[in-house]
């Protein structure tokens, strides 16, 4: 069965910085895209990130674009999210999903149990 365990999350204050960890196992994580999707309190989800399965290409939602940043490490079967210059809206519980495929246009089939980020002053 595909796991995926995020760790990372937590408070911060506004503009400050957080990197977000998923560990995976029991699939060949360098054979699939993976993402970063949040769920904001109230609110549905919404796909944050993803980066095709060697890397080479990225994807970010509007809002994160230039601060935050996804990076993965095949060797590690480990996925990232550097989040820098934090907003209050950032709130949310993050989850890392693992992509169909290699390409990052394709859906999504399973996902992590998720880690808090809650920006704060």
């Known amino acids: 069965e595909v796991q995926l365990v995020e760790s990372g999350g937590g408070l911060v204050q506004p503009g400050g910085s957080l990197r977000l960890s998923c560990a995976a196992s029991?699939?060949?994580?360098?054979?699939?895209?993976m993402n970063w999707v949040r769920q904001a309190p109230g609110k549905g989800l919404e796909w944050v990130s993803a980066i095709t399965d060697f890397g080479g290409s990225t994807s970010y939602v509007d809002s994160v674009k230039g601060r935050f940043t996804i990076s993965r490490d095949n060797a590690k079967n480990t996925l990232y999210l550097q989040m820098n210059s934090l907003k209050l809206e950032d709130t949310a519980v993050y989850y890392c999903a693992k992509g169909t495929a290699g390409g990052i246009a394709f859906g999504m089939d399973y996902w992590g149990q998720g880690t808090q980020v809650t920006v704060s002053s």
């Open positions: 029991e699939f060949t994580f360098r054979h699939y895209a």
